[in-house]
C-alpha cells in the first residue's frame, strides 16, 4: 500500500542499508503469538505485551532480518476495500498502527538511522507538535501531524521514534477521518508495553 509513509521510512532503511527493494519478495512472516500468548517478540530486543486487547494483530515479518530490519502492524476498527494509487485494492481499517526496527551495529549507527527514519517523517506530514517522553523507562521523541498526501486515505497520525542500545525503532501509529479514540494515549499505552532487552 503506496499510501503508507512508514513504508516511506522502510524503503529509505532498505537503501540505508544497501539492500534491493526485490529483497522484499524474500520476506517471512512470523508465528502470532500475540492473540494466544499475549505477547510478540519483534527481532530480538522488543517485546510488546498485549495488555489492551484494543490491537489486533495484522503482520509480524522478518522484513530483511540479515540486515536487522524486523516490521509489525496492527489493526483497529473494521476494514473496507479500498484501491491504492496503484491500482491495488487492499483492506482500509479505521486505525493502523506500524512499527520498523531496526538492529545495528552500534548504538551511533542506531541513532544515526533514527535521526534519519525522523527527518523522513516530518517530510510527509504537516507536524502539529514534537515532544519528547518516557514510557517504561524509554525514551522517544513523539511527534503528530495532518497526513497531506493525496495518496494516502488517513486524516492524521502520531509516531514515537527511539533507540535501545544498537535498536532503533519507528512506531506510527495513523486514523481515518471518522476515528472517534484519542489516537496518543492509544499510542502511549502501547509504548508502555514495550520492554527492551535480548531475548
Given at each position: ?8 521510512i522502510l ?86 498502527l506500524y ?62 521514534f527511539g ?37
Amino acid at each position: 500500500m503506496k499510501l503508507k509513509p512508514l513504508l516511506c521510512i522502510l524503503c529509505a532503511a532498505l537503501m540505508l542499508t544497501g539492500c534491493a527493494h526485490a529483497s522484499l519478495l524474500s520476506q517471512e512472516t512470523k508465528e502470532d503469538t500475540w492473540a494466544d500468548s499475549g505477547f510478540i517478540t519483534v527481532g530480538h530486543n522488543l517485546t510488546i505485551q498485549n495488555t489492551g486487547n484494543r490491537l489486533t494483530l495484522l503482520e509480524n515479518m522478518d522484513v530483511l532480518s540479515a540486515d536487522g530490519l524486523y516490521y509489525a502492524t496492527w489493526t483497529m476498527g473494521d476494514s473496507e476495500p479500498y484501491e491504492n494509487s496503484e491500482g491495488n485494492t487492499v483492506d482500509l481499517y479505521d486505525a493502523q498502527l506500524y512499527l520498523l526496527s531496526g538492529e545495528f551495529s552500534d548504538s551511533q549507527h542506531a541513532q544515526s538511522n533514527m535521526d534519519k527514519w525522523l527527518t523522513a517523517g516530518k517530510s510527509n506530514y504537516e507536524v502539529l507538535s514534537e515532544e519528547d517522553i518516557t514510557c517504561n523507562g524509554q525514551s522517544y521523541s513523539l511527534i503528530t501531524y495532518n497526513c497531506i498526501s493525496e495518496n494516502n486515505p488517513y486524516e492524521r497520525g502520531i509516531s514515537a521514534f527511539g533507540i535501545y542500545q544498537n535498536n532503533a525503532v519507528c512506531i506510527e501509529l495513523t486514523c481515518r477521518e471518522n476515528f472517534e479514540e484519542d489516537i496518543r494515549t492509544i499510542l502511549i499505552d502501547f509504548l508502555n508495553d514495550c520492554t527492551y532487552g535480548s531475548k
